[in-house]
């Protein structure tokens, strides 16, 4: 199962956040199940499912419980995130604590191409691992090019 954050809306000066994932569980004979997940209170709900076979009414009755757990944790609020039970979401506010310099120049460069070799947006997998927005990640992701830890975006004449 991957969990991978699609956006966020934080309310009222960070009062109530609202977080979207996109969530894959994928099985040994090759069916997947694609699933567009909202947590929110420490409540989930599902927007979107796409299934390869197509789910029976009881699995996609279940399907909330069997992507609860992961969404937690992903979120940072997981009982093995806090040792507690699944409460509201943490605070987005604290950033993970990332290198400087040269260290976090190649860092948001595996990140970014791990990214792109999953399919992913490299962009928002940057925005992720260091907590930054997306200005200062595009940043970050420039200032890896420039270190040439990246290739160049254009093509130079």
Known sequence: MSVRPAWEVQEHEGSATTAWFDVRLAFADGAHVDVLAVVRDADVSIEDVRAQPALSLDDLAALADWIEGPLF???????????????????????????????????VAEEYRAAQEEGADPV??????????????????????????????????
């Open 73 to 107: 944790e992903a979120c940072g609020d997981g009982p093995t995130a806090t040792g507690q039970s699944e409460g509201g979401l943490r605070p987005r506010r604290a950033r993970p604590a990332w290198p400087r310099g040269i260290e976090g120049r190649w860092l």
């Open 124 to 157: 928002l997998a940057v925005m992720c691992a260091t907590g930054h927005s997306r200005r200062r990640s595009l940043r970050l992701i420039s200032q890896a090019r420039d270190a040439g830890f990246l290739t160049p975006r254009h093509a130079r004449r």
